[in-house]
């Protein structure tokens, strides 16, 4: 039987992230919904105005939120060490992205934030999170407002999210589950967790870097003329979501890869190619000792 689950850990892996807030009473009004769901951790991501009075008159009692908030000037910094992320999208894009509920996305949350660190995004008040934004996040939640006025104040949004999230993790603690729900379509094996964590945002994104640069090399992908090849390629391994071993096992893959690549583009053999390797490091090992 698993061990019971630590509900307010659940509530300290959750991250709400805002994007590039312009007014800093946004940042003061989320905070508070935040603290009244039970959330505590905030990062913003380049603050137009950021600390401001506004933002701790909006607080109210909420400041300490504010006082603890991580402040970065990028998305991927902010989710680096995120398992789980989810970004708001109230648009429809070019290429559909995994799309759930605010409910849905409140059982994804439950589940990951037992092992992985979830962050919840949020964006611009005017325009939201740009295409480029939206591919670091797993999942896109649709909050489904009226059509006469869909888009929400930015506290608003957050206080429905976290909501979601609340009560969910609350049913689970009244219920005494032991078990995760299995996510939206997916399947678990009763009874049994998962062996490796999820791999981070900056893991994942290194591999995303090591994968383009491969595929450029094998005449595969044309930076010049993408046809978003690697939006299909992020929106795939989005979808699967692998797990940290996973991760390196597809990282020594693309290796392998590259070492073979480069012996047929050099005409050189294993011994050569390894020569030059031990070389290298060991002029690498002679520099880093001066």
């Not at 000037?73 to 989710?79: C, D, Q, Y």
């Not at 009874?191 to 999820?198: A, E, N, S, T, Y």
């Not at 993408?226 to 797990?243: H, K, Q, S, V």
């Not at 050569?272 to 060991?282: T, V, Y």
Request: glycine share 6%.
């Amino acid at each position: 039987m698993s061990d019971p689950i630590d509900f307010q850990a659940c509530f300290d892996n959750v991250r709400i992230v805002l994007v590039n807030t312009s007014h800093p009473g946004n940042i003061g009004a989320a905070a508070r919904a935040m603290k009244n769901m039970g959330l505590s951790k905030l990062t913003l991501v380049d603050p137009e105005d950021f600390p401001s009075p506004v933002a701790n008159g909006r607080a109210v009692s909420a400041v300490n939120i504010l006082e603890a908030a991580t402040v970065t000037k990028t998305l991927e910094e902010a989710v680096a060490g995120c398992g789980l992320v989810i970004g708001t999208s109230a648009r429809i894009r070019s290429i559909p992205w995994p799309l759930i509920s605010p409910q849905q996305c409140a059982q994804h949350v439950a589940d990951d934030s037992r092992q992985n660190e979830v962050a919840l995004v949020f964006g611009r008040e005017d325009s939201g999170l740009t295409n480029e934004e939206l591919q670091l996040c797993h999942f896109h939640v649709n909050i489904p407002a009226d059509e006469k006025l869909s888009s929400l104040n930015l506290a608003a949004a957050v206080m429905v999210i976290s909501y979601e999230v609340r009560m969910e993790l609350l049913k689970r603690e009244a219920e005494g589950q032991l078990a995760p729900v299995a996510p939206v379509d997916e399947e678990i094996v009763e009874g049994v967790d998962w062996d490796v964590p999820k791999a981070t945002g900056k893991q994942v994104e290194a591999f995303y870097t090591h994968l383009e640069k491969t595929m450029i090399d094998l005449n595969f992908h044309d930076p010049a003329n993408p046809r978003l090849l690697m939006l299909r390629m992020r929106r795939l391994f989005g979808r699967i979501r692998p797990d940290q071993m996973e991760v390196s096992v597809l990282r020594g893959f693309l290796s392998h890869i590259d070492m073979l690549n480069e012996r047929a583009t050099r005409n050189i053999t294993v011994e050569q190619q390894r020569q030059e390797k031990r070389e290298a490091n060991l002029l690498k090992g002679q520099n880093d000792s001066e």
